[in-house]
Each structure stands twice: as structure tokens, then as C-alpha cells.
């Protein structure tokens, strides 16, 4: 990308902060509607209670968490190469958290009870938690941030550091729990979603942070070493193939239990999930992004690695939407041995469409996390610099 | 400027000769609400007290009832609808004199009980089949 | 300088105790509660006025599934007035169901059975655990409920209940029953007609019910003609692996 004359540059990004502000003021409309009306305007019903919105939160919520294993490389880790990425990384993760709070807490049915869920506290369960969680966790960043970026707390960044580690593992295992925790439920009920959850969120918070960095590397005309790419296209293969296996034993030992076969059949082949499951999860989101990752064509060049990082995306969409979605369309098995039927829908198999107020609302949390993006990294300095020099010394010095 | 001094005269004008908007019609400058009490008479605790407090007493009261399965508590919402629901109406919402709209439009405070809470009295559901 | 008579850390805990005898029960943790020791108990007769509920009695059904007569739904219809549930949204998969009833054919052999299910008002209710606001509770004599002042409408209780017994009201209301408030936005399930077990009166259900396949009780009188069904033929509790210990239960299944 040319170097735009810095009078259209100005423009351009009043007109990118100005769109993203449009789609995420849509999508707080289409909530104030769906609160007005009820949720008699969505595609959710009593059987399947979680529809887009909660796919896309869910989306930004991990993703956010990971995003900031970018940085946790750096300061916990001592990567040099991930150190000057680390306060990018910091706003990301602050922008699409925004971003799935903005969906989820509108999603609610009382959205007005938000201070009632803030006083009222049960403390075994996730939502109750995430309560805590979430602040704690803005606030940790924050000061993470200000320890990276003013100079006279330099020293501080590595606790800060491992304060942010510690805090994202224990949030995110609890967005792996939401589900865990769920004990009749065929889909979910299995301790290994949380650190699944966990390594998801590495997966997608990279590649996002890859398709960001390589934005604004483009705006400022500059290049990014070959030497950091290569890096960061062989941690994202890492995730994704990590990713893929957790996805095998999943499905693999809930197969094994007779009680659950019926549900993997499912889920893997008889049902509209199944190809979202193979063609967009495994194939487009998996499969396909490792090829590029690794082939020798494509390995090495920025367009193919971002490619790559949009595709695990896009597959982390149909994961979760096959898990959301798919794992409330089959019914539940209340009575095992019998086939039943009822008016409440026991027995049958429930397909959900997405409404326009919740296609509104799930893009206008998009929305938020990319215009604090866009805001956030014109106010401050948040662009990765690298000093190769250094970066080639410690290179040599671990290889 | 001369435009400006025009338009502020003819403004105030209007203010003074247009009559001060009292639903009350008692005089002075402040509207009251016009609050219908259907059933004049004893209340559960005096005017003062309920218009202070009425807030708490519903709050606590609901705990206990709806948690402890208390019954027979003295602030009984369906108690309260009963006796205040407007005899037009028969309902305490609904228009701009009825007993709890009247103050709450007033005040500007969001009722939030009638989301859940029938607000006319002596109401009998109708279930319809599924 | 305190003094055994104004020790702070005395008053403290002789004012926690109070507060936690006044609540009736303790939470340990998920499923386990300290019961505090209850007073007179109240068979189906109506409870005195400004007592609380007991744990001493647990309230429970029996379902005769033998007797529940196929093509029936007085069970629904009375539960659907009496609480007045009688909306109809335009996709039905979203109209509120309390009550409903399901036709089971066994895969084995073919035999067909129908049985009303509703919420089971388990003692560990998952729902109750899920809960966010603690919105989803349960009553000190098992009655599990929804306290609508404080649910936010998040569903997580509807992801979690293994019977799909909750609903969640899609549409602004205005023909709710006065003593049965119920709301757009919040969750809601079979409340074993508390309003009316309170009274000393039956579930509605109960009393709808033309062949006598439902009974209600406290099953923790032996006295009674449900705990006393319950010692005598043999009973199931619908997925019971899952060790929630309903209070509703099944015969004939």
C-alpha cells in the first residue's frame, strides 16, 4: 500500500472510526428493540436459548483472552521478538472483551438488571464469577498497559505480566466451564472443554492479532521481517493443530460413551452442523490454514500467512457455532431406551435461524472491538517497532 | 440582534400569558400530580411514611414472602392494587391520574413491578391450550 | 478496649449466626446445605400466617403414568390457567410451557406410556447452581423457584436443567394472574402452585387430573398418602443417574 498523503490518511481513518461507530450504534438499536419487543423477534426459542449473539460474544471473549498471550510470550515468556507486540496486544484484548460484553450483557432478557447481576452474587456459578472476572481483568490490563508504555514502570511489566497469565487462564477456563459445568447436556458436561477453551483462545487471538498487525503495518508502509513472520506463522500452525486435537478427543471419547453416540452421529453426520463441522471447521479452519502455514510457496509470504489467520476465523465461526448451536438442536435425553414426543419439542431436532435484530447486534459487537481498535492505536503508540539487531542476537542466542 | 431581542420578547410573552400547567389546580407555579384514591381511608401505615417509604417496604416484603414463603405480610401488592386500583380503570396504570402511574410519571422513576405484577385488581387468568 | 461485653468479634458472630438462622439453611456448597432445625410442620394445611417455610416438610408428587390417559391435557390446561400462561407467539417453539405432556414408546417392545413432566424441584437442582443472581432458588421446603425480581433473563439455567422444565418469556405480558406474577425478559418454570400450596390447597394440576394418576404430599411424613404410596410400590425419578433427587416422581415408567 502507497503512502497515502497524510491529509487522506486523516480522512480515511475518521471515515473507518466513523463506520465502525455506525455498526456498533446498529447494533445497540437492534438490542433496544429486541428489549422493547421481547425476544419474540430473534430465532431463539425454549429450546434452543443461545442463538448468534452468543456465537459471536463468545468469539470475542476467548479471542480477547488470547490475544493477549502475544504479550504473556514477552513478559513471562522473554520472547524478545513478542516484547514491542505486547501493548498492541494489551488493546486488542481490552477492544474485543468490549466487544463480546457489549453482545452478551445486551443479549439478556433484563438487560436493565445489569446492577442487580453486579450485587447479587452466587458464587458457584460461571456467570456469577465472570462478574468478578472481567473487571478485575480490564483493570489488570490496564495497569499492564501503563506499565509497558510509561517508561518510569518498565520494571514492573514483568509482574503486571504474570498477573494478566495468571488472571486469563483462570477466565478463560471459566468460559470453557460455562459449558462444563452443564451435567445433562451431551454436547458439553466434559472437563476438557476448559483447557480446550484455553488453547482456542491462543489459536484465534493470534491470528487476530496477525491480521491487525499486518493493517497497520500496511497504513505505515512499513515490512515486517521475515524473521518475525516465520515466528508467528509457526505459532499460529501450533495453536490450530493443538486446537485440532482437542477437537478429536472431544469428539472421539464423547463417541465412546453408548449414551452419547446417538448426538456424535449427529453432530459429525446427520445433521446441517455436520458440514459446517467438516467443510468449515476442520477443512477451511484447520486443515486448510495449516497447508498454507507450512507448504513452501505460501509459508513465507505475508498475504498467505493472513489468509491463513482469516480462515482460522472464519473456522473459529463455525466451531462455535456447531458447538453453540448444534449441541441445543439435538434434545435432550430425558428418558434413555424411549423415543418421545411432545408440544414442547422433546424428541425432535430444533433449527435455528438468526433474526435480523440478532445479526445486528452480534456485528455491532465486531464493531466495537474494531473502532476502540482503530481509535486506540491513532491516540497512541502502539505500533510494533523492532530492533532487528537485538532481535538477531537473542535469536542466535536460543537457537 | 435586533432580530434576537425580538425573538426573547415575544417569547417571554408567551410564557407569562400562557397558564402554568397544574394538574392540581390549586394555584402555584408547581404541577402536582393528580393522583386518584379510589378508596379513601386507612392505609397501611400513614401517607408520609408510605410515600417515603413504600420502596422498602415492597422490597423487603417480597424477599420474605417470595424466598422465606412468608404469607400474610401487611404490604401485600395485590393488597395495595386492590384498594387503589382506579374504579374507571380498574387497574393503577393505564392513564395519567391512576394511583401508582400518577406520582411515577410525576417523579419520573421507571415502574418496574408491572413488567411481572398484574396491575388490575380482581383479575382472573385465562390459560389457553398449547 | 474491648471487653468480653463489647468484644467486636463476639457481636460479629453472634450477629452472623442470627443472620444465618434467620435465612433457615446454609450454603456449603453446590447441593450440600446445613438444615436449620425447622418448627411445627404443615401438612396440606394452610401455613400460619408470618411463618416461613420449613425444611422439615418436602413437598413432592407421584405420577401414575399407568393412569395418565393418552390424548389427555386437563393437567396442562389447568396449570395454564391457573397461572396464566396464555400467550401464543406467532412460532410456538417460544409459548411459555409449565406443564406438558409426552408420549414415550419404549424401543425395546413398542409399549407406549404418557406422563405429564414439569419441573422435578430437585434437591440439587442444577439450575440453582448456574444462576448467576441466585435468581433460580430453592425454598427451605423444596419448592425450586425463580425469584423474577432479581433473574436477568440470561438462560443459563435453561442450558442447565436436564429436563428442559424452564421457559423463558419472549413477549411483553398483560394478562397475568395476580398471584402468579410473571414477566417479558425473565425464566420461569412449574412452581408447584406455591401460591395456592401456601393456602393449603392441591397444585391445580393435581386437582385437574380426571383419573387420580397425580398425588400430592410432604414426603417427609410418612403419615402421608404420598410417602406412604412411595414405601409401597416402586417408584423411578426420571434420570436418576444423575443423583439430583427430585421430588417428582414416576410410576409405571
Known sequence: MAVLNPRHEEGLFYVLAGIGGLVSAIGFAAALYMEHSGHVVTGMNNQIVWGLPHVFAIFLIVAASG?????????????????????????????????????????????????????????TSVFGWNVILYPVFYALVGVYLWTMMERRMNPYSKAAGLATFIWRVVLTSG?????????????????????????????????????????????????????????????????????????????????????????????????????????????????????????????????WVNVAALLVILGAYYQLHVFIIGGQAFPLDIFPGYDVKSSFMDGAVDHYSASLPEILLAVGGLGVAFTMTTIGVRILHFLPQDDLAELEAATRATD | MKLLRTLVTIFAALTAVSPAPTLAGEGGRTAKPLVEIANPGKCVAPVDEMRRNHMEMLKHQRDRSLRQGIRGEPASLNACIECHASKTSGSVLGGKENFCQSCHSYVAVKLDCFECHQPKARFKAAGLKP | MSTPENNPRRQFIAAAG?????????????????????????????????????????????????????????????????????????DARQNSQWIRKIELVDRRDG?????????????????????????????????????????????????????????????????????????????ESCTLCVHRVDKGQTPACVESCPTGAMTFGDLNDPASDIAKRIASVPTTQVRSDLRLNQAVRYQGI
Open chain 1, 67 to 123: 490475544v493477549l498471550n502475544v504479550a504473556s510470550m514477552g513478559s513471562v515468556f522473554g520472547r524478545v521478538l513478542y516484547k514491542s507486540r505486547a501493548p498492541l496486544s494489551g488493546l486488542l484484548a481490552i477492544a474485543m472483551l468490549s466487544g463480546g460484553l457489549f453482545v452478551i450483557m445486551l443479549d439478556l432478557g433484563r438487560a436493565d438488571r445489569l446492577i442487580v447481576a453486579a450485587t447479587h452474587f452466587n458464587p
Open chain 3, 111 to 187: 409399549r407406549v406410556t404418557q406422563l405429564p413432566m414439569m419441573c422435578q424441584h430437585c434437591a440439587n437442582p442444577p439450575c440453582v447452581d448456574v444462576c448467576p443472581t441466585g435468581a433460580s432458588m430453592k425454598r427451605a421446603d423444596g419448592i425450586v423457584l425463580v425469584d423474577r425480581h432479581t433473574c436477568i433473563g440470561c438462560r443459563y439455567c435453561m442450558m442447565a436443567c436436564p429436563y428442559k422444565a424452564r421457559s423463558f418469556v419472549h413477549a411483553p405480558l398483560t394478562e397475568q394472574n395476580p398471584e402468579v406474577p410473571r414477566g417479558q425478559g425473565c425464566v
Open chain 1, 175 to 303: 468460559t470453557g466451564s460455562i459449558f462444563a459445568f452443564l451435567v445433562a447436556r451431551q454436547a458439553y458436561g466434559t472437563a476438557l472443554l476448559a483447557p480446550m477453551f484455553i488453547i482456542m483462545s491462543f489459536g484465534w487471538g493470534l491470528a487476530v492479532f496477525l491480521v491487525v498487525q499486518t493493517t497497520m503495518y500496511a497504513w505505515n508502509d512499513m515490512k515486517l521481517p521475515p524473521l518475525i513472520l516465520k515466528r508467528m506463522k509457526n505459532l499460529l500452525a501450533t495453536f490450530v493443530a493443538a486446537t485440532l486435537y482437542f477437537t478429536f478427543m472431544l469428539h472421539l471419547v464423547n463417541a465412546y460413551f453408548a449414551k452419547n453416540i446417538a448426538f456424535e452421529y449427529f453432530i459429525l453426520f446427520d445433521s446441517e452442523f455436520a458440514s459446517q463441522f467438516w467443510v468449515g471447521q476442520v477443512l477451511l479452519g484447520s486443515l486448510l490454514p495449516l497447508v498454507l502455514l507450512f507448504s513452501p510457496g505460501t509459508r513465507d509470504k505475508v498475504l
Open chain 3, 18 to 90: 442470627a443472620g444465618v438462622a434467620g435465612l433457615g439453611f446454609t450454603v456449603i456448597a453446590p447441593g450440600l446445605h446445613l438444615m436449620a432445625v425447622g418448627e411445627a410442620k404443615a401438612a396440606t394445611e394452610a401455613r400460619k400466617a408470618g411463618s416461613a417455610a420449613s425444611p422439615v416438610v418436602r413437598w413432592g408428587l407421584l405420577i401414575d403414568a399407568n393412569k395418565c390417559a393418552p390424548g389427555c391435557t386437563k393437567c396442562i390446561d389447568a396449570c395454564h390457567t391457573e397461572n396464566g400462561v396464555s400467550e401464543t407467539l406467532p
